[in-house]
């Protein structure tokens, strides 16, 4: 399934360098990405923290909320990472076609 879903990735950046004429700006391409899994990573750390503390005690649930919230948060910006890392190397590939079919 996870490989599956990187090759997806993939296809969407090699679509992408390629629709977009000229050379793309990776570093500008990765900043974006790794914005949105920050600001992804926080709200879902927020929200698992709040159901922790809605379905548990008030200590364990503090406890646990936090714990998972905060792995949660730190999780899911490591994949938002990969993810956008992925779609750059996508990118790439598709500059490169465009570069070699365009000429």
Known sequence: ????????IILI???Y????KGTEDYFHILLKGLKI??????????????IGGLSGGIESAIAGGLIG??????????IMG???VE????VL???????VLRK
């Open 82 to 84: 990969i993810v956008t």
């Open 13 to 15: 950046g090699i679509s």
């Open 37 to 50: 899994g920050l600001v992804l990573g926080l709200i879902l750390g927020l929200i698992s923290f709040l």
């Open 87 to 90: 779609f750059i190397i996508g």
């Open 1 to 8: 399934m996870a490989f599956s879903l990187t090759i997806i």
């Open 17 to 20: 360098g390629f629709s977009k």
């Open 93 to 99: 590939i598709g500059d490169i076609i465009e570069k």
């Open 69 to 78: 919230g905060f792995t949660g948060s730190i999780v899911f910006i490591v």
